[in-house]
């Protein structure tokens, strides 16, 4: 039986295409861009994929329409938007689409998923951006998850990806279960 993977922060599904390639099988897929939604339904058929904001779900609304009820969710992941965050513009601590971060470690907590991929710009490990960082890690830490730390960036073209894409990598498990480790 295949792991139970969730895409938060969804598009047109690159995550979930990753996670389908290392055995995953994404059930639910959330996303509030209706263009990007539609992508991943098309190239996702066999996902559930939710039309709208993470900040307006529950972990229990997601797993009723993606027919998850009573089952075990072994991996939820998701790049939240990173505009605040990015190196190409204003890099605002306090957009307000930076507090989507904690919407990210309130689902993973709500759908009680077995362990966590979070998925960022690497601006966010710069400057006055990484006191965010250590909130989030504290978020995970009072949710019931250990983080894989240090955290990492990795470079999408040290994995196979045609172009040099930096992303910022924070891997976590539920306490007590054997943390992965970074490529």
Excluded at 61 to 77: H, M, N, S
Excluded at 104 to 122: G, Q, T
């Amino acid at each position: 039986m295949r792991p139970i993977g969730i895409d938060l922060f969804a598009g047109a599904g690159g995550l979930s295409l990753g996670f389908e390639q290392a055995g995953f099988d994404v059930k639910a897929a959330v996303e509030i861009d209706p263009v990007h939604w539609a992508v991943h339904e098309f190239n996702f058929p066999a996902t559930t994929v939710i039309s709208g904001s993470v900040a307006d779900l529950s972990g229990n609304e997601i797993r009723q329409r993606a027919g998850l009820v009573g089952k075990q969710i072994d991996c939820v992941f998701g790049g939240a938007p990173c505009q605040g965050f990015s190196m190409i513009g204003q890099r605002v601590l306090d957009d307000p689409r930076n507090k989507l971060v904690l919407e990210f470690v309130r689902l993973v907590r709500e759908l009680d998923s077995e362990s966590f991929v979070f998925e960022n710009v690497k601006g966010l490990t710069i400057g006055k951006h990484k006191a965010f960082l250590k909130e989030l890690v504290s978020a995970f830490d009072d949710a019931g998850y250990e983080c894989c730390l240090p955290w990492k960036v990795l470079n999408a073209a040290h994995f196979g990806t045609p172009q040099s894409r930096e992303r910022f990598i924070l891997m976590g498990v539920k306490k007590g279960n054997k943390l992965p480790e970074y490529p």
